[in-house]
């Protein structure tokens, strides 16, 4: 039996058959075995204007003539419709005659039968004859049955050959066994434009990046939701990353900087989006959203989303939310729930749990929980939390924590601390911190604290510190100060500062307040000094209210003539019930004769427990004659100290009784 070489190619099926077979290879590959997808169909004449009746009935008119390529390609035709009987007779006749494209394919049709060793013989005088797709069907055949080395042969014979499926099929053996010579494989797949191929190119790329960005020790972005540094669990409903794709390559966020340029990863990733890979879709829409390309993304979370990705639905619904269209992003969350994506159900929970409509919230948590997403049953503990249904909360918290979710564990910590259970709360607290829960480290830390075990609170304040929990760098910072090392204090009470903390605003300013020198008696017509760095750090925690920032804002104010804006902050630390406020503000107001205003402010401070505001009335009254009123603010100064306040206002006291006795 002698087979025809390179010369078939003119003698296989038509473009029309040929166009199809592609389309067709891709979605054989994501849906049932490639050797399914090894129809060679490379026999076609050029006849892109017949239609398939037209093609068929020329080519069956050709065959009962004993055309050898006319029988192969109408057996082809046949094949591809699903006629098996019909194409059986012209595929056999075709291979008797040395086709080694009707070989390829009588084995295609005999693995359909069920045949599969028969099928395999034939696809061996094929790829022995130098078929590529018989090749490749081989090459799968003899992994089926774990014979890697016969399938890797085969499956190389192809590849190298230029057929992209078996090219794919190589790179996918190889990966199996961690071998680096996929990577070379799915690439010429890729190249070939085999979309599944640039797929896990992409992934393989993108998974390298970041191994190399990460180091060799990172186990991965540790996520968290921001804590408010109280004892209490965090945030409304925890959900995942909108478009964590967590396909065959392990998943994760995309690899790239915001405004980044695209990386070879990114390129592979449009590559099999634009042919209608929708995990390609979904992946490249986050790399997007997470440069900030958030229209494109759209675009393409749309199209995956419209393929079927539930993920990209969910990711799409996210999306329009932070783009302020909340109604259509419940369309695209009920969609993917709706398809069991447990992140989306927790999203449409928390949306109608914002909305007040609590039992809705609560079936959509459970649907989360049902679809396996821990996170639901987590949010049914906060949402019963909210409602002081405590016992169900804890219940919920104990079945998240149970299943591994940090957060949770560190909420049933503190319900139980709260319930006065602090042994039971302490292990929990720890197995959240040793799963890397910032908020369960900043609570071990509370508790030690409040057990006066300073040395193992500061080693828990450090690792959240270390974390980025700015309550936490606080009380480094603080611990530092107490300790003398401004060094180490500057450094955690800026990055708590930078975080928010109003108190490590006032406590960093102090601490360069300390180190400027002074700055000596005012000069009048001197220009207006610039601000300072630590005046910019106390305004910072004046304006998020820290009344005694606001009160050395005024001091610093009225230190450079500016009586206006010292009057504003001392008035509005008084008002927020400042004593020093209420007390410096008396003392501007009577430097401006607004002395009756000044003896209010006064009043209040002094009825605070401010001393030298109780003398400051007991003179006030002395010089308008109320000796009487003015021995009586004497005792409260007496009374309140310090010891110079005290030591002036009894000698003003003994004066003003002199004086009414005599």
């Known amino acids: 039996m002698v087979f025809m070489g ?23 590959i994501e849906a049932v075995g490639a050797v399914d997808a090894a129809v060679d169909t490379t026999a076609e004449t050029d006849a892109d204007s017949e239609t398939e009746t037209e093609t068929e009935a020329r080519h069956r008119r050709a065959a009962e003539r004993g055309d050898l390529a006319s029988m192969s390609a109408l057996g082809a035709l046949l094949l591809r419709r699903g006629d098996l009987d019909g194409a059986e007779p012209y595929l056999r006749g075709a291979t008797a005659e040395g086709d080694r494209a009707a070989a390829n394919n009588l084995g295609v049709l005999l693995h359909q039968r069920g045949y599969a060793e028969e099928a395999a013989g034939w696809w061996r005088v094929a790829a022995v004859a130098g078929s590529a797709p018989a090749a490749h069907a081989l090459g799968r055949h003899h992994r089926e049955r774990g014979d890697e080395p016969a399938a890797e042969y085969w499956l190389r014979q192809a590849a190298e050959q230029g057929h992209a499926l078996g090219a794919y099929a190589l790179a996918d053996l190889l990966e199996h066994r961690s071998d680096v010579g996929a990577e070379r494989w799915l690439r010429a797949a890729a190249e070939q434009g085999h979309r599944e191929a640039a797929y896990r190119l992409a992934l393989a790329l993108e998974r390298r990046a970041t191994e190399t960005t990460r180091g060799p020790h990172d186990t991965g972005t540790r996520l968290r939701v921001p804590g408010t540094g109280a004892l209490v669990p965090t945030g409304a409903a925890a959900t995942a990353p909108a478009a964590t794709d967590t396909g065959a390559a392990g998943g994760g966020r995309a690899v790239g900087e915001p405004g980044g340029e695209p990386t070879e990863a990114e390129q592979w990733f449009r590559q099999a989006a634009a042919r209608g890979h929708r995990r390609a879709a979904l992946h490249l829409g986050a790399i997007l959203e997470h440069r900030g390309e958030l229209k494109e993304a759209g675009r393409w979370y749309l199209s995956s989303a419209k393929e079927g990705e539930a993920k990209a639905a969910c990711a799409l619904g996210f999306l329009l939310r932070d783009a302020g269209d909340e109604e259509s992003a419940a369309v695209w969350w009920l969609r993917a729930a709706q398809d069991g994506d447990g992140n ?39 949402l019963c939390a909210a409602q002081d249904r405590i016992p169900q909360a804890e219940q919920w918290y104990r079945r998240a924590a149970y299943a591994g979710h940090r957060e949770a564990a560190n909420a ?12 039971g709360a302490e292990p929990w607290f720890s197995k959240a911190a040793e799963a890397g829960s910032v908020d369960a480290a900043f609570n071990l830390g509370i508790l030690h604290a409040g057990r006066d075990d300073d040395r193992t ?20 910072g603080i611990a530092a100060l107490r300790d003398g090392d401004e060094r180490t204090a500057e450094r955690h009470l800026r990055c708590a500062a930078g975080g928010g903390s109003a108190e490590a605003a006032f406590r960093l300013a102090s601490v360069l307040d300390a180190r400027r020198p002074d700055p000596g008696p005012a000069v009048l017509g001197a220009p207006r000094e610039e601000k300072t760095e630590c005046e910019e750090w106390y305004e910072r925690a004046a304006q998020q209210g820290h009344r005694r920032a606001q009160v050395r804002v005024g001091m610093l104010a009225a230190g450079r003539g500016d009586l206006a804006e010292a009057d504003r902050w001392y008035r509005e630390a008084a008002e927020a019930g400042s004593r020093n406020g209420a007390f410096n503000l008396g003392l501007l107001l009577a430097r401006e004769g607004s002395e009756r205003e000044a003896a209010l402010w006064w009043t209040r401070a002094a009825r605070a427990g401010h001393g030298r505001a109780a003398l400051r009335l007991a003179l006030l009254a002395a010089r308008r004659g109320e000796l009487t009123e003015g021995r009586r603010w004497c005792a409260r100064a007496v009374e309140l100290g310090p010891a110079e306040v005290a030591e002036r206002a009894a000698r003003l006291s003994e004066a003003l009784h002199q004086e009414l006795t005599a």
């Open 344 to 382: 989306a159900a927790n999203a449409l929970g928390a949306l109608h749990a914002a909305r007040g409509e609590q039992q809705t919230a609560e079936r959509w948590y459970r649907a989360a929980m049902d679809a396996g997403d821990v996170n639901g049953a987590y949010n049914l503990g906060l």
């Open 457 to 476: 609170a500061l080693v828990w304040y450090e690792r959240a510190a270390a974390a980025g929990h700015t309550e936490a760098a606080l009380q480094v």
């Open 412 to 423: 049933l910590a503190v319900l139980l601390l709260q319930a006065g259970d602090a042994n």
């Open 6 to 28: 390179d010369r078939a190619t003119l003698l296989e099926t038509g473009r029309f058959v040929q166009r199809h077979a592609r389309n067709a290879a891709d979605e054989i």
